[in-house]
């Protein structure tokens, strides 16, 4: 819903954005709930210091299971994949492309004979907490943590999980453009 953000909405998720202990520093306006696949944005003012946390935007993580099968799309990305071909998604925001991912990566996963690994930049794919959301089936998760690692998590996939298939979801830097 669109309901209007009071500081009682702001207080109540200010403990997901903590500083860390040793920097005083928080990393990220943006973090995972545990065990699922909604997450919690912050909206703040730039201009003030520390930043003044002005609202608090929740979005709610979907599975939906079957998606590429009603598509008629599992036999296209295996295809791609046993090709070595890539395949990017463009779209609005809200529009499922992170959803859509999610259940290419269980679909490919299920083959046996690709090896799928996912690096997930703010844990959205895949959800946050210490272990993946089922949700990407037996694919490999490789959360990035701090999101301005992302490209140097997509090169140590490469090098040290020997992919088939790298799932990535929001390339925006040119150094995560030029990993990919």
Same mark, same amino acid.
């Given at each position: 819903s669109n309901e209007a953000c009071t500081q009682a909405h702001i207080d109540m998720f200010s403990s997901f954005f903590a500083a860390d202990?040793?920097?005083?520093?928080?990393?990220?306006? *943006?973090?995972?709930?545990?065990?699922?696949?909604?997450?919690?944005?912050?909206?703040?003012h730039p201009m003030r210091v520390p930043?003044?946390?002005?609202?608090?935007?929740? *979005?709610v993580g979907r599975s939906m299971q079957g998606l590429i099968e009603t598509m008629a799309w599992k036999s296209f990305l295996t295809d791609l994949a046993r090709d070595k071909k890539s395949l990017m998604l463009i779209g609005k925001p809200g529009v499922g492309k992170t959803t859509a991912l999610r259940e290419m990566a269980r679909t490919l996963s299920e083959d046996p004979g690709l090896n799928v690994v996912?690096?997930?930049?703010?844990?959205? @794919?895949?959800?946050?907490?210490?272990? $993946?959301?089922?949700?990407?089936?037996?694919? *490999?998760?490789? $959360?990035?943590?701090? $999101?301005?690692?992302?490209?140097?998590?997509?090169?140590?996939?490469?090098e040290n999980q020997t992919p088939d298939? @790298?799932?990535?979801?929001? @390339?925006?830097? $040119?150094?995560?453009?030029?990993a990919a």
């Open positions: 202990e040793s920097t005083g520093v928080s990393h990220s306006k *943006r973090r995972g709930i545990a065990h699922t696949l909604h997450r919690v944005s912050l909206i703040t930043e003044k946390v002005l609202g608090v935007a929740v *979005r996912v690096v997930d930049k703010t844990c959205e @794919i895949a959800g946050d907490g210490d272990e $993946p959301h089922n949700c990407i089936g037996s694919a *490999r998760w490789m $959360p990035v943590g701090r $999101p301005n690692l992302q490209h140097s998590i997509m090169r140590e996939a490469v298939v @790298i799932v990535v979801d929001e @390339i925006s830097t $040119p150094q995560e453009v030029e």
